[in-house]
């Protein structure tokens, strides 16, 4: 497990910095400039604002393994002095104090758990215990792992929570098997659009038998079931409006 998490953590950084610097690249050459300097911090606090706008633990987690390598200092080079806080207010001092590595695996932790999202739960754990990619706090880390094994206990999808990224056309759908816990867990399956105006409806089946559904108007759908034996279910998400990227999490 802790390999596992290690190769995916080490890839959120490597895959954000990618894109990073793909899209900067595109931009100077067409401008025909040199690419401007980009910071590490400024990248991580814009990740942080749209993690924490969309309830999104998987962005605050990227936002936090990007600040964790800025916080690093480079082998001869040490600051003089403190770091000077950007408010004299302690109630503010307070709140920005989330903005730092620990800060954002915290905060990531806990958007986690409020998700039901084990697999990134157990990602800050690593991150925090981890002092090859990640802070090497040995108390931080059990303190996150003891979230992510409390939520681990409560899951329904066998093995932990689902997560899917993809990409839907106007009238076109998507299909997964998905194995769920049975005795009467509670279940619950989210997809959510990011375009307001796709229309996604979901369908989840036992066989041929439909188990559940949410067919109602607008870009999000969910459900809720459960059921006695363990088992895989077919989900089928449907899209009767426009194209759109979308988000697949259970618990």
């Known amino acids: 497990m802790i390999s596992t998490e290690r190769g995916w953590a080490r890839s959120v950084e490597w895959v954000v910095l990618a894109v990073l610097a793909s899209v900067v690249s595109r931009a100077a050459a067409a401008?025909?400039?040199q690419p401007p300097t980009v910071s590490i911090r400024e990248?991580?606090?814009s990740l942080v604002r749209?993690?924490?706008?969309?309830?999104?633990?998987?962005?605050?987690?990227?936002?936090?393994?990007l600040l964790i390598t800025a916080e690093r200092a480079s082998p001869g080079l040490q600051r003089v002095g403190p770091v000077v806080a950007d408010t004299s207010r302690p109630e503010e001092q307070t709140k920005s104090g989330v903005f730092?590595?620990?800060?954002?695996?915290?905060?990531?932790?806990?958007?986690?758990?409020?998700?039901?999202?084990?697999t990134t739960a157990r990602g800050a754990a690593e991150l925090a215990a981890n002092?090859?990619?990640?802070?090497?706090?040995?108390?931080l880390g059990k303190e996150l792992r003891t979230a992510a094994q409390a939520l681990a206990q409560s899951r329904g999808a066998a093995g932990g929570p689902i997560w899917a990224d993809g990409f839907?056309?106007?009238?076109?759908?998507?299909?997964?098997?998905?194995?769920?816990?049975?005795?009467?867990?509670?279940?619950?399956?989210?997809?959510?659009?990011?375009?307001?105006?796709?229309?996604?409806?979901?369908y989840l089946y036992e066989g041929k038998q439909l188990v559940a559904r949410d067919n109602g108007f607008g870009g999000d759908c969910s459900i809720k079931w459960t059921q006695k034996l363990s088992g895989t279910m077919t989900l089928r998400v449907r899209n009767v409006g426009s194209g759109t990227y979308y988000v697949i999490i259970s618990n």
């Open 50 to 65: 749209s993690g924490i706008a969309t309830n999104d633990a998987r962005t605050i987690l990227a936002a936090a393994q």
């Open 131 to 139: 002092a090859d990619v990640g802070l090497g706090d040995s108390t």
């Open 168 to 202: 839907i056309a106007a009238n076109e759908a998507a299909e997964y098997k998905v194995s769920f816990q049975g005795g009467y867990t509670p279940n619950k399956i989210d997809v959510s659009a990011s375009n307001t105006s796709a229309d996604l409806d979901c």
């Open 43 to 45: 990248t991580a606090a």
């Open 100 to 118: 730092t590595g620990a800060g954002l695996l915290r905060l990531a932790s806990r958007v986690a758990v409020e998700q039901q999202d084990v």
């Open 31 to 33: 401008q025909g400039a």
